[in-house]
T-cell receptor, first 114, second 111 residues
Framework: DAGVTQSPTHLIKTRGQHVTLRCSPI?????VSWYQQVLGQGPQFIFQ???????GRGNFPDRFSARQFPNYSSELNVNALLLGDSALYLC?????????????FGSGTQLSVL | EDKVVQSPLSLVVHEGDTVTLNCSYE??????LLWYKQEKKAPTFLFML????IEKKSGRLSSILDKKELFSILNITATQTGDSAVYLC???????????FGQGTTLQVKP
């Protein structure tokens, strides 16, 4: 069975541009979460979606948005890119939404903003 | 605000050594703590510890949870170079299912 897949794997953008990152969860998983990991830090929570509804939002500006599609795949959008948005963006899926859920992570999209 | 702190931030050992990684947490309404191994990009799940399961073991890796003192440890015995990775600890208590991660411990195992 395929794990969590993310695309693209690497991306280079310039300040002010817009970016869309994509994620396909493990088959049967209905929840998708997005995390930002800056070098040397642990992942920081951005969004969680379950059954196409936003269930949680982290402390990120409105430039960050996301959505989940009927097939449970998800997109993360970031507008007006800043240098500080350079990071590894990880997508994770789980069966359900709630406490005590094991999250399974994809290999991430490495975003560089120049 | 809920918080997870890991120590040490980095560690260098030789093959065959035993290592102990620490994770302390300050969480309201604690329910679970998870350990992940991150070798390159994708964190991979190791253990989840809850009120009903405070000790886990898998091969050379084991973990315990001390709910009274609010910490967890991850032990790796007879370390191998393949154990070199970043080890992440996370609180999994949120009703939304979000994980709150610590900074991670970078482990390097030398031959």
């Amino acid at each position: 069975d395929a794990g969590v897949t993310q695309s693209p794997t690497h991306l280079i953008k310039t300040r002010g541009q817009h970016v869309t990152l994509r994620c396909s969860p493990i088959s049967g998983h209905k929840s998708v979460s997005w995390y930002q990991q800056v070098l040397g830090q642990g992942p920081q929570f951005i969004f969680q979606y379950y059954e196409k509804e936003e269930r949680g939002r982290g402390n990120f500006p409105d430039r960050f948005s996301a959505r989940q599609f009927p097939n449970y795949s998800s997109e993360l959008n970031v507008n007006a890119l800043l240098l500080g948005d350079s990071a590894l963006y990880l997508c994770a899926s789980s069966l359900l939404s709630g406490p005590n859920e094991k999250l399974f992570f994809g290999s991430g999209t490495q975003l560089s903003v120049l | 605000e809920d918080k997870v702190v890991q120590s040490p931030l980095s560690l260098v050992v030789h093959e065959g050594d035993t290592v102990t990684l620490n994770c302390s947490y300050e969480v309201t309404n604690f329910r679970s703590l998870l350990w992940y191994k991150q070798e390159k990009k994708a964190p991979t799940f190791l253990f989840m510890l809850t009120s009903s399961g405070i000790e886990k073991k898998s091969g050379r890796l084991s973990s315990i949870l001390d709910k009274k003192e609010l910490f967890s440890i991850l032990n790796i015995t007879a370390t191998q170079t393949g154990d070199s990775a970043v080890y992440l600890c996370a609180d999994g208590s949120s009703n939304t299912g979000k994980l709150i991660f610590g900074q991670g411990t970078t482990l390097q195992v030398k031959p």
